[in-house]
Nanobody
Framework: QVGVVESGGGLVQAGGSLRLSCQVSGTILSVFSPSTMNWYRQAPGKQRELVASISRPGSATYADGVKDRFTISKDNAKKRVYLQMNSLKPEDAAVYYC?????????WGPGTQVTVSS
């Protein structure tokens, strides 16, 4: 049974930083390593949007609004994905979700809340 759990959200002032973590369980290294892992976010009243993606090292892609501020990384040995968020803005406030496609299925975590005060 594959499990995905996010952590690291919280309240931060504008201009501050947070590091989100996503722990994936119930899979093996040979499956996790080549998989594409994503961070999405959803603010109240808005659609869920893709923030960043990564599969292998050097393959990271980002939404236009977070380029140069956010960094996604992947630790295959620990089966974790991280999202380092710097220079946070009030518009970055949302529930952040980790997502991955493993064994031909999409898996989602329950989300972690990020609140940015102005």
């Amino acid at each position: 049974q594959v499990g995905v759990v996010e952590s690291g959200g919280g309240l931060v002032q504008a201009g501050g930083s947070l590091r989100l973590s996503c722990q994936v369980s119930g899979t093996i290294l040979s499956v996790f390593s080549p998989s594409t892992m994503n961070w999405y976010r959803q603010a109240p009243g808005k659609q869920r949007e893709l923030v960043a993606s990564i599969s292998r090292p050097g393959s990271a892609t980002y939404a236009d609004g977070v380029k140069d501020r956010f960094t996604i990384s992947k630790d295959n040995a620990k089966k974790r994905v991280y999202l380092q968020m710097n220079s946070l803005k009030p518009e970055d406030a949302a529930v952040y979700y980790c997502n991955g496609r493993l064994y031909d299925r999409d898996y989602w975590g329950p989300g972690t809340q990020v609140t940015v005060s102005s």
